[in-house]
């Protein structure tokens, strides 16, 4: 999203830059669970306890070191979701205007969800604004006069998101087919349908989840289910990649034949991210259903990019997908995120109704076109920038 944005400030003139935090000592272990503790999940079962919080504080003074230089009293600074929120106070003692964006939240928080906040709520108080992707997702505790609501955006100029052509689409996936690591029994026909999901390899995406859906509740022989995630060693930020893979893959290996020719595990490369977008691109082009099974969701970017390409979308009722499906309008909800048979069904109805899917992917476009496009969410970020610098006289 920051790579969408950042060249449209700079090219009116504001001087942008973007940092991006590196590892020290677990803290991409802890965030992880951080992360996973704000949808409400256990995570890996460990508390955020007075040693979590000393690791957090660690990372966060050695960054704030770094981040000093780079900065001057009278900045404005947007740290983006939890990992670098324990720099909030640094960036205020140091004089800076502090904006804390929230791309996380869940639509009924729990204890655990409510435990994270309050880890987070000392470094993220001191703010001057929060930014959440939805008005539900505000936490107890901050000043609803310093929130605003904005969600994610997309680029439609941007290589994820660029109009290709079917040549270029072809060729793309050619490149695919060559350079990422799949596993399949063979290539997806040329005449399959297909059916897609791209994300990273999380719990909470429930891959798993849509191999029992393929096996389970999609018989047709020409129907082909793509699950396209990153190269796991590519997300630096991301410690459970891996694990998650093994175990989609590991189930993959067990199904029956029939099931396993019609199902394709696709890790994309990740040592240049414009050629990562691109093959998403292509990807995303070449299906005739996009699918987003989250057990939670802050947002759900893919969804958005699947819609501006007018695919229809298949998704659960669950955090920021509600803003962006209507259900029977510009995709289909599934109530439960857990039931199965619900989005087998789903999927294979729009497979075979070709003209359905494109009225519905036809809106869905409409829809982002409307609601998000980076160039509309700048105007607001201007609003907001504004506003801070107001109160600053
Ligand atoms: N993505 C990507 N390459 C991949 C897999 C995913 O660029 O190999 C992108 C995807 O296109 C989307 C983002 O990662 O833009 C994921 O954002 P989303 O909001 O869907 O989920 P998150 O990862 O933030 O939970």
């Known amino acids: 999203m920051l790579r969408a944005l950042l060249p449209y ?10 940092a991006v935090l590196t590892e020290s000592d677990g803290f991409f272990d802890l965030t992880k669970r951080i992360h996973n503790h704000l949808h409400g999940d256990a995570g890996d079962g ?26 001057a009293p009278g900045d404005v600074i947007y740290l983006h979701d939890p990992q670098p929120a324990g720099l909030v106070p640094a ?48 936490w107890d505790g901050l000043d609803e006069a310093k929130a605003w609501v904005m969600p994610p955006v997309i680029d439609p100029f941007s290589p994820k998101n660029e109009d290709l052509d079917d040549e270029r689409v072809a060729a793309i996936l050619a490149e695919v087919e060559e350079e990422a690591t799949i596993l399949e029994t063979e290539p997806v026909p040329a005449d399959a349908k297909v059916v897609t999901q791209v994300s990273r390899w999380d719990r909470l995406k429930d891959p798993e989840g849509l191999l029992e859906i393929l096996a389970e509740h999609l018989e ?29 893959a590991s189930r993959w290996r067990e199904l029956d034949d029939e099931h396993r020719r019609r199902t394709h595990l696709i890790s994309l490369p990740m040592d240049d ?27 759900g970017l893919t969804v958005a990019e699947a819609m501006w390409k007018s695919k229809p979308v298949v998704a659960s009722r669950v955090g920021g997908i509600q803003d962006q499906v209507k259900s029977g309008k510009t995709g289909v909800l599934v109530d439960d ?23 519905l992917g036809a809106a869905g476009r409409d829809h982002v076109r409307e609601s998000y496009l980076a160039i509309d969410r700048l105007r607001e970020y201007v609003e907001l920038l504004e506003s801070l610098l107001r109160d600053r006289g």
């Open 9 to 18: 400030a700079r090219g009116a003139g504001v001087d942008v830059r973007w």
């Open 46 to 71: 460990k508390e955020l306890d007075e040693a979590a919080r000393e690791v957090y504080e660690r990372a966060s003074a050695r960054s704030s070191q770094a981040l000093r230089d780079l900065v």
């Open 91 to 138: 960036m205020k003692e140091a004089g800076l205007a502090v904006v804390w964006r929230c791309h996380i939240g869940v639509d009924h928080p729990n204890d655990v969800a409510r435990a994270a906040w309050r880890f987070l709520l000392p470094y993220v108080e001191p703010a001057d604004a929060y930014v959440f992707s939805r008005r539900a997702y505000l």
């Open 220 to 248: 047709d022989p020409d129907l082909h289910l793509c699950l396209v995630g990153p190269e796991t060693e590519g997300v630096h930020d991301d410690p459970e990649g891996a694990q998650v893979y093994e175990r989609v």
């Open 273 to 299: 991210l414009a050629r990562n977008a691109a093959m998403v691109n292509a990807l995303q082009r070449r299906s005739d259903v996009i699918v987003q099974k989250s057990l939670a969701e802050g947002f």
């Open 337 to 359: 995120p857990r039931d199965l048979a619900a989005f087998g069904s789903a999927i294979a109805a729009l497979a075979d109704d070709p003209e359905r899917a494109a009225a």
